[in-house]
């Protein structure tokens, strides 16, 4: 009886490379970026270490030194200095992620995809992603509206890709139907296909300045995390309704969800390792109980293994800086 050795292709380092099946390019991720309307230094968001609420001026430079180091693309959100009950901002052709659209396309022009989160929750006092109704419940229908002037507003200042995130019903026909009215055809829709409910968004909701009134949550319409077969009718949906790219968010924790989708669906399938992902690697790092920088790879190339062709992740600029 001789002993089967799988051991053999793991000896030497070289057989290891050759044996490897998967692997993260800089070209498969999305970096993103905030911008903040009112201030003139950068801030920094303690819960996400390294990451920083943008001036105009400083996001310019940021997107020209990641596009330096090959960076292919980045996802803006905008932090305005006044909220209201509608979100008015986000289709304010003087808010602050339409402007510093202009600037973006003025620095880099085609060589990076700029795409433009879409949603109101930033622009809201309420907080919550679309117009709140009589019983504190989000009004889907009212609310399309808001997403399809934000969406005009975005593809008018220049953005390449829109990405609706506020989980409404519809949102991707009504947002495709719009721009195709406007002649904003070429403008792709990345959509928040699957996304969840989730626990680990904690740390973007201080990078944009957000709190849901009245301690109020997103489980009336971000998915309930006990389902996988719910979020595979929302990609057919979002697909149905014209979107160009389907995401799954956050990533970790739904490999299961990204990789069905992957085998199910011919567009490309994006995840977002979202902040909560990338603030407890940077703080059991920072406590000296594991290696960073290994295990942001490893979630990296696990996300990628399960099937995302794209990556929206707050690693991207270490990421490229690590494969110059
Ligand atoms: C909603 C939006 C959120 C994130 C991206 N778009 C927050 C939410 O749904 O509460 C979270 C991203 C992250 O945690 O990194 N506009």
Redesign the pocket.
Known sequence: MTTIRPRRLRRTAAMRELMSETHVRVDDLIA?LFVREGIDQPVPIDSLPGVVQHTRESLRAEVSGLAQLGVKSVIL?GVPSEKDAVGSGASDPNGIVQLALGDLRAEVGDDVVVMT?L?V??YTDHGH?GIVDEHGSVDNDATLDLYVQAALAQARAGSQVVAP??MMDGQVAAIRSALDAEQFSEVAILA?AA?YASG??????D??D?EIADGGD?RGY?QDYRNVREAQREIDLDIAEGADMVMV??ALAYLDVISEAAARVDLPVAA?H???E?AMIHAAAQNGWIDGDAVALEHLTAIKRAGANIILT?FTRWFAEQHQ
């Open positions: 993103p959100f989160d949603c929750d930033e992603c995130s506020g928040y996304k680990l968004y904690g740390p973007f909701r990078a944009v957000v997103r971000q968010k956050p977002y979202v902040s909560g990338y707050y």
